[in-house]
C-alpha cells in the first residue's frame, strides 16, 4: 500500500502549513483545510501514514454528523465549523480563532507520553490535573467519570503544559462563560462518541477536541472529531482479557507507534529512532480498520493525481 499524495499547493492566499495539513484562507471568512499523510507522534513528525489524512478527513465530517443535534441544540449555541467536504482531502469550514487550549477527555487512566495521566500516576502523582486518585489503580482501567485535562497548545505557553480547569480560567486562557460552555460541549461529545464506538465493537477511552471562537466570538468545536490520530480506540472484545494480563487492548490508533518508539527508549526528546516500515503499514490497517467499523462502510481512497481533482472541486465548489 503506498501513497503518492504529500501536499498540495493551490494558488490561494494566506498559505498555512501544520504539523499534519495545511490550510489557505477563502472568501466569507472560510477556509480549505487540506489533509496530509504525515504523523505526529511525541510532538514530532514522525513518518507518513498510507492513506491517512483521507481517512482522517472522511471520518472526521461522518463523526460532526454523527454529533449534529448535540453541537447544534443541546449546548446552547455552539456550531462545528464544518461547511463542506468537496474532495477526500478536503474540508471547508468556517474561520475561527482557535483557543489557546486543547481539551482532553479522559475515560481511562491510559498513555506513555509525558503529559498522559497514567505516566504521571504511575511517576507516583496522586493529584493530576487538579483531580486526586486513589492508591492501587491499574493503566487502562475506567475512570468512575470522564474528566477533563486542559492542557495548553504551542501558541500559549508551553506546548502540552498540564493545566487543571481552574487555571483556563485564572490564567486568563478562555473567558469564563466561554470555558463553562466548552466543558459542557466536550462532555457531552465524549458521551455520544463512547455510544458510538460501543456500537461498533470499540472503546472511546480518551480524546482531544479544539474549539475556537468564530468572528462574532460564538464559541465552535473546530479541527479533527474522534479520529484515530485525535482519540484512543480500542476493540472492546481485547480489553477484559488483557486488562486482567497487564496487557494493552488491540488499539486502532497513533498508540502504535507511540509504543513502538517507547519501547525502543524513546520519550519525546531528540530525533526518534527509525521504525520497521511494517509498523506504519500496520498502522495504515489499523486507521482504516477503526474507520469501517464506525462508519460501516468500506473506505475507498479517492483517485489520483490529487491536485489538478482538488482544485477542480473546490473551483466548482467556490462559483
Known amino acids: 500500500m503506498t501513497d503518492p499524495f504529500v501536499d498540495v499547493h493551490l494558488d490561494l492566499p494566506d498559505r498555512r502549513a ?152 485564572e490564567r486568563g486562557l478562555v473567558d469564563p462563560a466561554v470555558w463553562e460552555e466548552v466543558q459542557a460541549a466536550a462532555l457531552a461529545v465524549f458521551e455520544r462518541g463512547r455510544q458510538v464506538a460501543a456500537a461498533a465493537g470499540l472503546i472511546l477511552a480518551d480524546t482531544k477536541y479544539e474549539f475556537g471562537l468564530a468572528p462574532d466570538g460564538t464559541p465552535m468545536l473546530i479541527d479533527e472529531l474522534h479520529t484515530p490520530d485525535s482519540s484512543r480506540f480500542w476493540v472492546a472484545e481485547s480489553y477484559p482479557g488483557r486488562l486482567a494480563a497487564d496487557e494493552e487492548p488491540e488499539s486502532l490508533d497513533k498508540e502504535v507507534i507511540r509504543r513502538a518508539l517507547a519501547d525502543a527508549g524513546y520519550r519525546g526528546d531528540g530525533a526518534p529512532p527509525a521504525l520497521d516500515g511494517a509498523v506504519w503499514e500496520a498502522t495504515a490497517a489499523r486507521y482504516i480498520d477503526a474507520y469501517e467499523r464506525l462508519t460501516g462502510t468500506p473506505f475507498e481512497p479517492g483517485s489520483y493525481p490529487v491536485e489538478p481533482r482538488l482544485t477542480a472541486n473546490v473551483e466548482e465548489y467556490l462559483r
Open 18 to 169: 501544520g504539523k499534519v495539513r495545511v490550510s489557505y484562507a477563502l472568501p466569507e471568512e472560510r477556509r480549505l483545510f487540506v489533509t496530509t499523510d504525515r504523523l505526529s507522534a511525541f510532538d514530532r513528525i514522525i513518518a507518513g501514514v498510507p492513506w491517512k489524512g483521507q481517512v482522517l478527513n472522511q471520518l472526521a465530517a461522518w463523526w460532526f454528523d454523527q454529533t449534529a443535534d448535540l453541537v447544534a441544540n443541546h449546548i446552547s449555541v455552539l456550531p462545528a465549523n464544518v461547511v463542506a467536504q468537496p474532495d477526500p482531502n478536503v474540508t471547508i469550514a468556517a474561520a475561527a480563532r482557535p483557543l489557546p487550549v486543547e481539551v482532553i477527555v479522559r475515560g481511562h487512566i491510559t498513555g506513555v507520553t509525558s503529559t498522559s495521566l497514567w505516566r504521571r500516576y504511575a511517576e507516583g502523582a496522586r493529584t493530576i490535573y487538579g483531580y486526586t486518585f486513589p492508591d492501587g489503580l491499574r493503566k487502562n482501567t475506567e475512570l468512575p467519570a470522564p474528566i477533563i485535562t486542559p492542557t495548553t497548545k504551542a501558541e500559549a505557553g508551553e506546548h502540552d503544559e498540564a493545566l487543571t480547569c481552574a487555571d483556563v480560567t
